[in-house]
Each structure stands twice: as structure tokens, then as C-alpha cells.
């Protein structure tokens, strides 16, 4: 069982005993009604503002609103809507006042989409955190047919390498953390361990309302032990509303996704989506090819990959209820998925595969439960939980032959030789329970406490059927994490808010090894290792003027091994209970800056500068057939971004990001179990097969009624760009002779046509039109020129 | 008025889009691959090329093989010169080319040579998705390698042109016509041509465990050349297997065509138990058995211990590492600690060089270059790596340059 330690338990002393002694005392006033349309309809995301003030909020769904601490006084309340004309009303409030207003909106049809950048869409609320965060906003993307990884890429200080078309392996890196480092989330549910079907490249933008991506500081109620960050999909929360759309385009890609909720008078509501992905991802790479006894035949031939195929389908529905007595929101589902997955090459394009599949199929049941002014007003809980069961199949079973580029199968003679290796068919059966409960406390318009729990159970059990006595496949892993974080917001004054956060990190882990298996001292041992770690950081955020906000945030994290890690796996990899998180101080300063005039221009610029200090890094050491996870690797990151976005009306839009991140290895020492402890020769020197210069830059042009009423036609342009890197370390070798992934640069464009104010969409889009090479590291080929058609039915309610 | 309006709106648009494009760079053609020809290193009056593996943080290797013209002085470095190669690499010299076997993801055989113009380059790329266990003269004009894993089922050998590089044949025999054992694979540990028989000598390892369940005698395969077609395992009962974990030294052909068969069953180097004492045997030329009269009992002449890293010297010497440690007192898998010795075949006697610190290998070929009564060598120490100069009459060594690396690769005379 999890014991607290002596901190932890002040902290929740804390927690609940000033939850309980202080009475929230209000002498401000408030402003609350309803927003709806002429024709009657609630209208459920309506920004109402104070001119001038930095506050504001959003109506409900059922197009209610509340706005609470507002100093007595005159005051002109803004409303705006998307597709509305906006309203102003000036008002006088007397201290305690809950003054009541109802609002009726008129339609302005051709000002769909259009963002009143005055008021405070929930985008810019996420945006103005004291966090370094970035939210997008997936509704631009609805008509196109991109998917989460491509909304992702074009947030400055991300980066992710895709080893090839849709399904394939995704590296996503942010400020320079990668894999674990990084920790990503479904509607705060954690999706480490959702199985191969939730891969960013397959889930489609449709599903999505938007996304947050937290640099370096993660808030405590996330809970979780990221070391560089966190991203958090959030899927569509509307309550009434259907989305249905197929997208087909080259390589014999089909996608389709239906999206919907629908929810009763009586607060019953059904919600959910269905997306099915496939592709053949037969696009064409330049490689040599080779005979039986591998000499080169032919050189730099532009063959179509033959084994790439793609299949995945998810399907989500959530049933429950909305705004009861007992819950805001209380919600059961069940995520199923499942997905296969044909692999052309491994690492690099050497050699091509020919019969390695992987397949996976999860089921996710969840449950979701909101309460705001819990037992006192201003007491807010929030309860999410799901268990995960992942059945994931690596499939290398098609033994006797290997294949050249062209995929002619080249007879190798073996029975017992599979392209990876020795044949196999490893399952691997994941069990993981993740929890996160939070609480939220505001005691007047200054102070608000968070409180976060959560706890995640993993459990792995391997089987390989092939070869069902490696030891590596006798041993279950079983992993508890418990992580506890508190958080104190101050907002000193409306210009200026803190938080000051801390989390206490437990790690639980249990496996079993075998000893001296070829004797008769042959046993079977239990391993156990517990460890306690405490985090902390701050964030702060100020307004120098309106247009300009200032942010700066710390926090020391640490991001916990891994079972394997620490309790190896009964085989080739040793266990070290010893080991250590790896811990890390990230810094974040940066700037926003709006501005409009004449109602005309408006334009936005974004600044951010990054210092990341990683050390205890798990580092793997080799001895022979086996290998030892160690504390030892050290990183250091710096690194500046920047994006600026311009628009004139409606009719233009230009954005252009832009990243630099100079990520350099600290280690003193590397470890060779031969030779012990040495000196690291690349001390200093950038880590290699990693963008270090990359952005892109996003033109786009909007007509309105072109041909029917009610219309709207766009046009959009993309660039992107990443400079040449090293494939290896810079410092040794000849500079003429050593390998580099070129310098890559590619042109996308998108066509845009929608009527029936917003029912009815068709989007064209081109994909790197200029037909570039495209790499990833280890100079992996991307797709060429790709065309896609997407065609997309929605409602809104 | 609309119109222009538009056309204004759209000029200005254009504008924009133009404004976007100026900053488009041009794309180059170039898909960062060094082409052979680009690869040319200056090694103008240079007699050495050394090859070394730089560690990377991530555990990831890097190797560079660069010219050199002293041995015994300075430091010797890869910054900013040598040839590069991700990946594992094996390097071995065949007359006068290096030959570098290994790769990332990838299995390639690269011939690195000086040049008439005095410059090292890089012929050859011929790759394979298995990697070669080894790979070794056959005659003149003939490389022949061998691809073996106590997982598989087959063995594989290939034939290369030794000039160009180019693979000239493949044949895969069944491990089943070497041994009837099920429960454990063939793992290689040396090979050697010697007049029309291939030799292979190897270990039986069970590929899930890795334990040796198998040390009761030595065995070596013996092949027709160049047919490559089996025709028998000889073994012998007075020592255990030949060789061990990836040093590929089982077998040693001296300048008469003798082969010498060198046996440990050493736990640093991969056996989990062991049955015999560690001892020489012999093959005379032209014949396909040991030689019965011939048996170098090892533990004799140095105390109970046992050698490896064999590499043959010049009349009948041979410079070897002695595991100073008894089998039962060694770590697994350390490959040490270790002494060096020189060894005389003939007069069966064993001379430890002095001068030389204590250390570890790490199960990979010896970097060795033999200079008349000379052989310089590289230990790793506390300090970092340094080239010995030893001579083989006195078996008096001296420290001579630095090399900066994790690991030698290789030092060869070019």
C-alpha cells in the first residue's frame, strides 16, 4: 500500500483544513443570463467580456452565463459570438449585485468563422495561463484532411519525425524531450498505454476540439511525471451536434470519421465517434536494388513501397448525463480500437520487409464525473478513470525468404529465419487502471487552491508463441504510480497571476526473475523497489498593458523509470533497483502580444525562450548479451520560438513560425562495462539525427458567396522548412564524408469550398505539389506529391 | 466597384503569397549520402590507419578510420578527419585493405584502402540483412565469409572478389550435417582456409539462455574449398570448445598453412559452465585431423590460467592475452582482467610482457600491428587508451600516443 510521506500528509492537512475553516466572502458583484438566438436556440459558447477589463467568460450549454468578481462600478459588457453580430451594454453594478441579463443574438451569415480576437475565446484563455502553454484550436482544420500530428507540427517547439505514411511510427519531440519524456493525454486521461490505434497520425481532426500542449511545466492536474512536458487532446464537448466526413486521396488513402452528441431536455446525453483509417502507403522512394548475394543492380530506383498497408478503427461513445443536481457532468464509456499494421523497413531503408505485421485491439471502458460548488460553493471536483486492456501482437513469422526493393522474395534457405530475426509472435497483454481525481477550492477572487490525485497500475505480461521459454517472456511487470500535487493560485491583481505547484511522486514496482536457470540452484525471486520524489515549480503571468502579456514559468520534474527499466526483464536486460528517476529544471520565458487597428488589421506575435537541464537521464549500458540501465546521461536545451500572425479582415491571413533549440549532450562520463567509466568524447556537441532550425509559414485567402449564397471559399498555402543535421555527431570524422539529412523544404496547398453556412464542405488539397524528397532521421523517404478530396457533412446545434 | 475591389483584394493577396516565396529557399538535390568519390582522405606519407569507435550518450557507436605517422607520440584523433560509419562495425585487414564489416540496420562490407595517390578510400557496398559473423582470405584473389547464430538453422557462406568487392557466390549448409544436438546452436568462433579445406570452429550455445550446456570437447567443421561442401566435424576430447563469445580467434593460421585451434571455455567470454583445461591444438597442412602429438597445455605455463586474442606473429610466436583470473573467479561476460604474453608454439613457452597495465578487451578483435621485433598494440586504461610498443625478444613495452576513443577498432599498416 502507498504510504505518504510527512510532507504529503501537511499538504492535504492543509488542503482540507482551510477548505473547511474559510468562508468564501464576497463583496463583489456578479453578472448573470442566458444568450440565445433569434430563432430561440441556446447558444453554447458565447464570449461575454468586459470592455476594457481583463475579464470574461463563456455561456454553457444550455447558453447560460455567470460572471463573478466584478468590481462595483460602470462597466460595458461585450458580447460576441462566432457567426453573430457582436452586442455592447454599459451597466452599474452595487457592491454584492448579481445583476441578470438575457441576451438575444442576431445571425450575421457572413461572418462565419470569423474570430472576434476582443473577446476571449476558450482558445485564448488556455493561451493566457500563467503556463507555457499552446492551445489550437482543430475547428480550421475540420475541412482539411489532416489529422493530430499535423496540427501539432506547426506549433513552434515541436518536432515529429515520421518514419513514413499514415500508421507509421511517430517520434514526437518537444524542446528536445522525446518518448517517455513527454506525456500525452486523452481528455486528461493518460494514453500512454492506449495501444498503437491512438497514434497521433490516426486520429482525425474532426474528433478533436482542440489541443494543449504544455511546455516544460505541466499543472498538477494532469498529474503526471512528465520531464519535458505534456500534450492534452481534447475531443468534441458540444452536446448537440453531428459531424460526418470521408476523405480519399493517393497511395489509396481512405479516411472516415462521424462524429456526434446528442443530449435530452432532462440532461440524458449520448456522444461519440467512429473513425476508420486505411491506406496502402505504396508511395514511390528512390533505393538500390540488390541481388541474392547483395551486390547493388541497380542504383537510386524509383520503386513503390509494397508492404505498408494501414488499417485502424476506433470507435468512442459515452453515455450519462449533464448540469443534474448530483453532477455537471457524469459520463460512462468505452473506447474500442484496434488497428494493423504492415512495416516496410526497420530503422533504416537498407533492406525491405516483406511479412512483419504488428497489430493491436484495446478496450477502454471510462468513466468521467464534473461537480462544481461540491458541498460549498466554490469547492470544484473532477473524476477521471479508465482501464486500459492492450493486446499487441509484433508478427515476424514468414521465414525462407528476404525481399529487394521491387518485392521479388530472395530464397535465404532457412526454416528458423525470419526477417527480424529468429521467427516470432510475441503478444504482449497490457492491464493498466489510471485514476485522477481533482479538487479545486477558490476562496475569493485572490486565492484558489488545487489539489490532484492520481494513480496508475500497469501491469505486462509477454508471451511469444514461437518461443515460449525465452525468459523474458516468463516474467510479468507490474508498475503503481501515485502522484500527489498541490497548487496555490494567487491572482495578486486582473493583470497579474502565480502558481506555486508541488507534487510528491511514488513509484511501486514488481516483477519476478528466474536465477541460475541452467542448475540446480534454480529459483524464482520477487523484486520490489519503492521510491519517493518531491517536485515543485511556479508560474507567473503579467499583463505590462492589454496588448502585451508576459509569462514565466519553472518547475523541477522528474519523469520515473519504467518497470523494464528498473526491474529489467528477467533476461537481457538487468535489473538495478537502484535506479533513479530522471529529474530535470526547465525554465520557460515568454511573450504575447495582440494588436488590431481600424478594425482591419489584427495581428499577433508570440515569443518563447526555453532552458532545459536534464540530468540522471536513463542511459542503457551494454555487457555482452546484456545490458544495465543507468543514471548517467545529461542534456542540456536552449532554445528560442517564435510565430507572428497577421490578418486583414477576413479576407487574409498569414502565420509564420519558427524554431531554433540547440540541444547539447552534458555527460562527463559514458559507461562501457568493459572498460568501466570514460570520458564522453561528444561533451558539448549537439545531439545528432535531431532538427535543431525548422518552421512553417501559412498564407491564406477567403472568399465569400463565390457561385451560391451562404458560401465560402478558401485557399490555403503551406510551407515548411527544416534545416540540414547531422546524422551522427559533429565533431569526429571528415566534414566532406560525413552523412547529413539534407536540408528539406515543401509546398502545401488547399482548396476550400463550403455552402449551406458551414453544412456542406468539399476541401482539394495538394501535398508537397513541388514533389521534394522529404526525410526523416536515419534519412528515411517521405511521400511525395499527394492529392487528397475531403467531403464533410456538420450540424451544429 | 465590386471588382476592383476584389481585384485588389486579390493583388494584394498575391502580394503576400509572393512575399512567402522569396523566403522559400531552393531545395538541393543532394540526399546527404557521401558518395564514394567524396570520401577522400590525404594520408600522404602516413603508414598507419587506426580505426575507433566513439560512444555516443545514447549507447550509440560511431566509427572513424584515419591515417596516422606516429604511433608512439601525441594524441590520435578522428576530430575533424577520418572516415565515418554509424552503426556496429568489425574491422579486419586483409593484405593491404581494411575491410569494415557491419552497419546500422544493415550489414555492409566496405574495403578501406591508401590509394596510388596517397589518399584512403573506400571501395565497395554490398549489404546484407544478416550480419557476417566473419570474414577471411581464401586465396589470392578470394574473401570468403561466413554467416552463422546459434538461432538459425543454416550456415551461410559468400565469396567476394577481394579487389572489387563484389559478392561472387553464396552457399547455405544445414546445421543439422554438423550436430545433432537440438537444444543448443552453433555460435561462431573462428575460421581459416588452408589449401583446398575451410575450417569453422564454433561453441554450442542455447539461443534463449545463452548457457553452454556443451564443453565436453573441441569441434571444427571441415569444408572442401572452394566447393564449400561439408564433409566432417572432427573433434577432440583433451580440451573444450574452440574459441568464444565474438572474438573470433578459435582459429590461427601461421605462414606454413598450420592452423592452431586455441580452447578457454572462459565465463568472460560467454560460457555459463566448463568441462576440460584450456589448451592448443594443432592442424598440419594439408591435413583434415589434430594433430595428435601436438598439445600446448596452456594452464601450464601460466599458472593455471588460460589465453585468447591469439594473433600470429612470425616464427612460431604468437601474441596472446592471458585471463589472469581462474574460470570460477571471473565476472561473465567481462572478457578480463587481462595480460599480455608472447607465446612460442614450438618451444611451448610463455612470456608475459611487461610494462603493460592489467585490462579488459571487451570480446573484439585485437588491434595488432607487427613491425619487425615489434608489435604495437593499444590498451584501455584509467587514463584513457594508449598504443604499447612491445618487442618480442625482450617482452619490454613502452607507452606511446594517446588515442582518443571509447574503443580500437583497429590499427593497421597501410
Same mark, same amino acid.
Request: glycine share 10%.
Given at each position: 500500500m502507498l504510504k505518504f510521506s510527512k510532507n504529503s500528509l501537511i499538504i492535504i492537512v492543509l488542503f482540507l483544513g482551510t477548505l473547511i475553516t474559510t468562508q468564501a466572502q464576497n463583496k463583489l458583484a456578479s453578472i448573470a443570463g442566458k444568450v440565445n438566438s433569434e430563432k430561440g436556440e441556446l447558444l453554447e459558447g458565447v464570449n461575454i467580456t468586459l470592455k476594457g477589463e481583463f475579464l470574461g467568460t463563456t455561456s454553457n450549454e444550455k447558453g447560460k452565463f455567470v460572471l463573478q468578481k466584478i468590481k462595483p462600478g460602470k462597466h460595458t459588457v461585450q458580447i460576441s459570438f462566432l457567426g453573430f453580430e457582436s452586442q455592447e451594454l454599459e451597466i452599474n453594478l452595487v457592491p454584492g449585485e448579481r445583476f441578470e441579463i438575457n441576451f438575444q443574438l442576431k445571425e450575421a451569415?457572413?461572418?462565419?468563422?470569423?474570430?472576434?480576437?476582443?473577446g476571449k475565446s476558450a482558445i485564448r484563455q488556455i493561451n493566457e495561463q500563467a503556463y507555457a502553454v499552446t492551445s489550437v484550436s482543430a475547428q480550421e482544420f475540420?475541412?482539411?484532411?489532416?489529422?493530430a500530428k499535423q496540427i501539432l507540427d506547426r506549433i513552434p517547439g515541436v518536432r515529429i519525425l515520421q518514419e513514413?505514411?499514415?500508421?507509421s511510427n511517430l517520434d514526437f519531440s518537444l524542446n528536445g524531450f522525446s518518448g517517455d519524456q513527454v506525456k500525452f493525454f486523452l481528455n486528461g486521461i493518460p +494514453?500512454?498505454?492506449?495501444?498503437?490505434?491512438?497514434n497521433l497520425g490516426s486520429i482525425?481532426?474532426?474528433?478533436?476540439?482542440r489541443i494543449d500542449v504544455y511546455k516544460g511545466v505541466v499543472p498538477v492536474w494532469l498529474g503526471t511525471d512528465a520531464l519535458g512536458g505534456a500534450v492534452n487532446i481534447i475531443t468534441n464537448q458540444k452536446n448537440d451536434f453531428l459531424d460526418a466526413s470521408y476523405s480519399i486521396g493517393s497511395f489509396n488513402t481512405h479516411r472516415a470519421s462521424v462524429n456526434g452528441a446528442y443530449t435530452h431536455e432532462n440532461g440524458f446525453t449520448v456522444r461519440g465517434n467512429i473513425n476508420y483509417n486505411y491506406s496502402d502507403n505504396d508511395y514511390s522512394v528512390f533505393v538500390d536494388i540488390k541481388d541474392e548475394l547483395g551486390?547493388?543492380?541497380?542504383?537510386d530506383v524509383e520503386v513503390n513501397r509494397f508492404h505498408d498497408r494501414y488499417r485502424s478503427l476506433t470507435a468512442n461513445v459515452e453515455t450519462g448525463w449533464i448540469d443534474k443536481s448530483f453532477a455537471d457532468q457524469l459520463l460512462f464509456g468505452v473506447i474500442a480500437s484496434g488497428d494493423d499494421n504492415q512495416r516496410?523497413?526497420?530503422?533504416? +531503408?537498407?533492406h525491405p520487409y516483406g511479412g512483419v505485421v504488428t497489430e493491436s485491439r484495446s478496450i477502454i471502458p471510462t468513466l468521467k464525473y464534473k461537480k462544481q460548488?461540491?458541498?460549498?460553493?466554490?469547492f470544484d471536483v473532477s473524476l477521471n478513470s479508465a482501464l486500459n486492456l492492450t493486446e499487441t501482437k509484433n508478427i515476424d513469422?514468414?521465414?525462407?525468404v528476404r525481399f529487394n526493393w521491387y518485392g521479388q522474395p530472395l530464397e535465404t534457405?532457412?526454416?528458423?529465419?525470419a526477417e527480424l530475426g529468429t521467427a516470432s509472435l510475441v503478444t504482449m497483454d497490457d492491464r493498466e487502471f489510471t485514476t485522477q481525481l481533482n479538487s479545486g477550492y477558490l476562496f475569493n477572487d485572490q486565492h484558489s487552491l488545487a489539489l490532484n490525485y492520481s494513480y496508475q497500475n500497469f501491469h505486462r505480461n509477454n508471451n511469444d508463441e514461437?518461443?515460449?521459454?525465452?525468459?523474458?517472456?516468463k516474467f510479468p511487470n507490474t508498475l503503481k504510480k501515485n502522484i500527489l500535487g498541490l497548487s496555490y493560485k494567487l491572482d495578486?491583481?486582473?493583470?497579474w497571476s502565480t502558481t506555486l505547484f508541488g507534487k510528491s511522486y511514488f513509484l511501486n514496482v514488481e516483477t519476478s526473475k528466474e536465477y541460475?536457470?541452467?542448475?540446480?540452484?534454480r529459483r524464482i525471486a520477487s523484486f520490489e523497489s519503492n521510491q519517493e520524489n518531491f517536485g515543485y515549480g511556479v508560474a507567473t503571468s503579467y499583463?505590462?498593458?492589454?496588448q502585451l502579456q508576459v509569462k514565466a514559468s519553472f518547475e523541477h520534474t522528474y519523469r520515473l523509470p519504467t518497470a523494464t527499466e528498473l526491474l529489467?526483464?528477467?533476461?537481457d536486460i538487468n535489473s538495478n533497483v537502484n535506479l533513479q528517476p530522471e529529474e530535470s529544471d526547465n525554465y520557460n520565458l515568454g511573450f504575447i502580444y495582440n494588436q488590431d487597428w481600424q478594425e482591419k488589421h489584427s495581428f499577433k506575435f508570440e515569443g518563447n525562450f526555453i532552458y532545459r537541464n536534464a540530468e540522471n537521464l536513463i542511459y542503457n549500458s551494454v555487457q555482452g548479451i546484456t545490458s544495465t540501465k543507468i543514471n548517467l546521461d545529461k542534456a542540456r536545451a536552449l532554445g528560442a520560438e517564435g510565430s507572428i500572425n497577421y490578418s486583414w479582415k477576413e479576407f487574409f491571413q498569414l502565420g509564420i513560425n519558427m524554431t531554433y533549440q540547440d540541444i547539447t549532450d552534458q555527460a562527463d562520463k559514458i559507461y562501457d562495462s568493459y572498460s568501466g567509466y570514460q570520458e564522453?568524447?561528444?561533451?558539448g556537441e549537439r545531439i545528432p539525427n535531431t532538427p535543431y532550425l525548422f518552421g512553417a509559414a501559412k498564407a491564406g485567402l477567403r472568399f465569400k458567396n463565390?457561385?451560391?449564397?451562404n458560401s465560402l471559399l478558401n485557399l490555403n498555402y503551406t510551407y515548411n522548412y527544416v534545416e540540414e543535421f547531422y546524422?551522427?555527431?559533429?565533431?569526429?570524422?571528415n566534414r566532406d564524408g560525413k552523412s547529413v539529412i539534407p536540408q528539406q523544404t515543401s509546398h502545401d496547398l488547399e482548396l476550400v469550398y463550403s455552402f449551406g453556412s458551414g453544412k456542406y464542405n468539399i476541401g482539394l488539397e495538394c501535398r508537397n505539389f513541388t514533389d521534394n524528397l522529404l526525410y526523416d532521421k536515419f534519412r528515411l523517404q517521405k511521400p511525395g506529391r499527394a492529392f487528397f478530396l475531403k467531403f464533410r457533412y456538420s450540424i451544429n446545434h | 466597384m465590386f471588382l476592383n475591389q476584389l481585384s485588389k483584394k486579390i493583388a494584394f493577396a498575391c502580394l503576400g503569397l509572393a512575399g512567402m516565396a522569396s523566403i522559400v529557399s531552393c531545395s538541393s538535390d543532394d540526399d546527404g549520402t557521401p558518395s564514394e568519390e567524396t570520401i577522400r582522405i590525404p594520408a600522404e606519407g602516413m603508414d598507419y590507419a587506426v580505426s575507433v569507435a566513439i560512444q555516443g550518450s545514447e549507447g550509440d557507436f560511431t566509427y572513424y578510420t584515419f591515417p596516422a605517422d606516429?604511433?608512439?607520440e601525441g594524441t590520435l584523433t578522428a576530430e575533424g578527419q577520418g572516415i565515418e560509419q554509424p552503426g556496429y562495425y568489425d574491422f579486419t585487414q586483409i593484405d593491404q585493405t581494411i575491410y569494415s564489416i557491419g552497419g546500422l540496420d544493415d550489414n555492409n562490407v566496405v574495403g578501406i584502402s591508401k590509394n596510388s595517390e596517397e589518399y584512403l578510400v573506400q571501395t565497395g557496398d554490398v549489404s546484407y540483412q544478416n550480419s557476417l559473423s566473419d570474414m577471411v582470405k581464401a586465396d589470392n584473389n578470394t574473401l570468403v565469409s561466413v554467416t552463422m547464430d546459434a538461432a538459425s538453422d543454416i550456415i551461410t557462406f559468400r565469396t567476394f572478389?577481394?579487389?572489387?568487392?563484389t559478392a561472387l557466390s553464396s552457399k547455405e549448409v544445414e546445421v543439422a550435417q554438423l550436430t545433432e544436438v537440438t537444444d543448443a546452436g552453433l555460435s561462431y568462433s573462428g575460421m581459416a582456409v588452408s589449401g583446398t579445406h575451410l575450417f569453422l570452429s564454433y561453441y554450442k550455445s542455447n539461443?534463449?539462455?545463452?548457457?553452454?550446456?556443451?564443453?565436453?570437447q573441441a569441434e571444427v567443421a571441415v569444408f572442401s574449398y572452394p566447393e564449400l561442401e561439408f564433409q566432417k566435424v572432427i573433434t577432440d576430447?583433451?580440451?573444450?570448445?574452440i574459441g568464444g563469445f565474438?572474438?573470433?580467434?578459435?582459429l590461427t593460421k601461421d605462414n606454413q598453412g598450420n592452423i592452431y585451434a586455441v580452447s578457454h571455455s572462459n565465463p568472460a567470454n560467454g560460457y555459463s559452465q566448463s568441462a576440460k583445461p584450456a589448451g592448443i591444438l594443432k592442424i598440419n597442412n594439408g &591435413?583434415? &585431423?589434430?594433430? &595428435?602429438?601436438?598439445?600446448?597445455d596452456i594452464e601450464e605455463v601460466s599458472e593455471g590460467y588460460n589465453v585468447l586474442h591469439l594473433h600470429y606473429l612470425n616464427n612460431g610466436k604468437m601474441f596472446a592475452e592471458v585471463n589472469v583470473q581462474d574460470r570460477t573467479a571471473q565476472e561473465t561476460?567481462?572478457?578480463?582482467?587481462l595480460r599480455s604474453v608472447i607465446l612460442?608454439?614450438?618451444?611451448q613457452t610463455l612470456n608475459y610482457i611487461n610494462g603493460i597495465p592489467q585490462h579488459s578487451n571487451g570480446g573484439r578483435r585485437l588491434p595488432l600491428i607487427q613491425e619487425g621485433n615489434n608489435v604495437y598494440f593499444t590498451v584501455s586504461g584509467e587514463n584513457g587508451i594508449y598504443i604499447y610498443r612491445a618487442n618480442t625478444q625482450t617482452y619490454e613495452a613502452v607507452q606511446g600516443a594517446k588515442i &582518443?576513443?571509447?574503443?580500437?577498432a583497429g590499427l593497421f599498416k597501410i
Open positions: 451569415p457572413y461572418r462565419i468563422n470569423e474570430v472576434q480576437l476582443s475540420y475541412n482539411s484532411t489532416s489529422d513514413g505514411g499514415l500508421g +494514453m500512454d498505454n492506449f495501444g498503437s490505434s491512438f482525425p481532426v474532426n474528433s478533436i476540439e551486390n547493388i543492380e541497380e542504383e516496410q523497413n526497420g530503422a533504416t +531503408m537498407a460548488n461540491l458541498f460549498w460553493e466554490g513469422t514468414l521465414t525462407g534457405g532457412s526454416q528458423t529465419d514461437l518461443n515460449p521459454d525465452k525468459p523474458e517472456n495578486v491583481n486582473q493583470k541460475d536457470s541452467d542448475n540446480q540452484n499583463f505590462i498593458f492589454p529489467g526483464n528477467g533476461f564522453n568524447f561528444n561533451k463565390v457561385g451560391l449564397e546524422f551522427s555527431w559533429q565533431r569526429f570524422g | 606516429n604511433l608512439m572478389n577481394s579487389n572489387s568487392l539461443p534463449d539462455t545463452y548457457a553452454t550446456a556443451y564443453t565436453d576430447d583433451r580440451v573444450g570448445p565474438n572474438i573470433k580467434d578459435g &591435413e583434415t &585431423e589434430f594433430d &595428435e602429438d601436438y598439445y600446448f561476460w567481462s572478457d578480463g582482467p612460442d608454439l614450438n618451444s &582518443e576513443a571509447n574503443f580500437t
